[in-house]
């Protein structure tokens, strides 16, 4: 049974630092791409960061680019998402995705509140 945990996340004031961390079981996770997406009140969910299985490419949204790093630990099947600088704006549930092809694993989120 594949299952996909996070956590780290909290409430923190603007400009602190926050790890996220996601666990993934019950799968070959050094071949799933991996990332973070989050979700506000009233929002869509949408794509924070991503890592490819690969080559560890990284992408990031441009709300995020050169505050947030992704990264992978494929020996432990962890996930990271390092938060600096965080902005009122980045409030939100963060949710863990783990895909290969069609297939697909998601987390139940854990909540950043981040206040000014």
């Known amino acids: 049974q594949v299952q996909v945990v996070e956590s780290g996340g909290g409430s923190v004031q603007a400009g602190a630092s926050l790890l996220l961390s996601c666990s993934a079981s019950g799968l070959t996770f050094r071949v799933y791409d991996g990332g973070w997406f989050r979700q506000a009140p009233g929002k869509e969910r949408e794509f924070v960061a991503s890592?490819?299985?690969?080559?560890?490419?990284?992408e990031y949204a441009d709300s995020v680019k050169g505050r947030f790093t992704i990264s992978r630990d494929n020996a432990s099947n962890m996930v990271y998402l390092q938060m600096n600088s965080v902005k009122p704006e980045d409030s939100a549930i963060y949710y863990c995705?783990?895909?290969?092809?069609?297939?697909?694993?998601w987390g139940q989120g854990t909540q950043v509140t981040v206040s000014s």
């Open positions: 890592i490819s299985w690969s080559t560890h490419t990284t």
């Open positions: 995705r783990v895909w290969r092809g069609a297939l697909e694993y």
